[in-house]
């Protein structure tokens, strides 16, 4: 894990980003790397955080939406509901939802549309490059960022902004970077998005009502959204056993609503064992990160999770990260503070946790404390 303290006292409070000694990035083309007797060294990841071999199954709370979203939902749906979230949060917080309004049509065109994005030539994707310090673009396995621990994985990430001034902020971004014949792209994910941010603020009543704040308050928290949008691709990999598809993290950003195709590649750190979530067609993994975490006290968890590889199969997930307008600051409501309940994070936005993550700090375990630690011994500009 990357730390935030050295040993040298004048460096003591500066966080750190493993970005080593990277001149010349290493491209990252699984199909010549796979041609290989091995994998290159920079791939390869440390004993203690290679993958294991068989992860036992997470039980993970299966959380019917059908008849809380319904114009005439009962209190006791919606009171079981919220129990069964707060009793995944309080423990990992990681659970599934299903009947959760999304046409199967829908998520079918979104994993297509991911297909045809990573089918195209390397030239072809580096023309939406992700630059360093950006949390949007192209990355092919974060080369240029890093050098070790490198992911065996190819993103694409792209902003979404619920916002009446922005209607069209996904759409527009695939005319803009790619041409104007990516628009059948870009209107399948601006309405995915927008999909995904509806979905995410009814998460966000349920989440209200399971810590004892009114329905509404999250909710309204989260309303002109400005979140994140990411298409993973894992390549088959000849060496799985020695890397990783994502290093073991906690998201930074407020909460993750993930959707897997068919390929068991999930798993989540839990009584200190390795534990897996397999592939539910019909579901959506929800997870809460270290933004909700600091928005509820530390009462609800942000966990550990990572993505491993096989040597048989390519895997895809879409990942929508809701994250809350990025001048909007981030404390917890009154109802969770008290004289024996203090504050255990200083005032934040997003925009400066995620400054933090791009040009800072390598998420890991321990980025809230970290960024939270780097904001009080360090003036604020």
Request: charged residues 25%; contains cysteine; negative net charge.
């Amino acid at each position: 894990m990357v730390s935030c303290i050295t040993k040298s006292p004048q460096e003591e409070h500066t966080p750190k980003l493993d970005l080593g000694n990277i001149q010349t990035p290493l491209i990252f083309n699984p199909s010549m790397l796979n041609l290989q007797a091995t994998i290159p060294n920079q791939f390869i990841w440390p004993d203690d955080e290679k993958p294991c071999t068989e992860a036992p199954e997470l039980d993970v709370p299966l959380i019917d939406l059908q008849n809380f979203l319904s114009a005439s939902s009962s209190p006791s749906a919606t009171l079981e509901a919220s129990r069964l979230i707060s009793e995944a949060c309080s423990k990992h917080g990681f659970f599934l939802v299903v009947n959760h309004g999304i046409s199967e049509e829908l998520i079918s065109d979104a994993h297509e549309c991911m297909a045809r994005f990573y089918d195209m030539p390397p030239s072809e994707k580096q023309k939406v490059h992700r630059k360093p310090g950006e949390s949007c673009g192209y990355a092919s396995s974060f080369t240029g960022r890093f050098s070790t621990k490198l992911p065996w994985k190819e993103t694409l990430s792209f902003r979404f902004c619920d916002d009446k001034n922005s209607p069209n902020t996904v759409q527009d971004y695939f005319c803009d970077a790619l041409g104007h014949e990516f628009l059948p792209l870009g209107k399948v994910y601006q309405e995915y998005c927008e999909e995904m941010s509806s979905l995410s603020l009814k998460i966000m009543e349920l989440l209200g009502l399971s810590l004892g704040v009114s329905r509404d308050y999250f909710r309204e928290f989260f309303e002109e959204n400005d979140s994140i949008m990411r298409l993973n691709y894992y390549p088959p990999c000849q060496k799985p056993d020695l890397t990783l598809g994502t290093g073991p993290h906690c998201d930074p950003t407020s909460l993750t609503i993930l959707h897997q195709d068919h390929v068991n590649g999930l798993q989540v750190f839990v009584d200190n064992q390795w534990r897996s979530i397999s592939p539910n067609p019909k579901a959506f993994v929800v997870n809460i990160g270290d933004t909700f975490m600091a928005l509820s006290n530390n009462i609800y968890k942000s966990c550990l999770h990572r993505a491993v590889v096989n040597s048989q199969s390519e895997r895809k997930s879409l990942a929508f990260f809701l994250c809350p307008k990025k001048d909007r600051v981030v404390k917890p409501p009154r109802e969770l503070l008290d004289s024996n309940t203090p504050r255990r994070y200083p005032d934040f936005t997003w925009s400066m946790l995620l400054e933090f993550t791009q040009k800072h700090y390598r998420a890991d375990m321990n980025t809230l404390q970290a960024f939270s630690d780097w904001l009080t011994k360090k003036p604020i500009k």
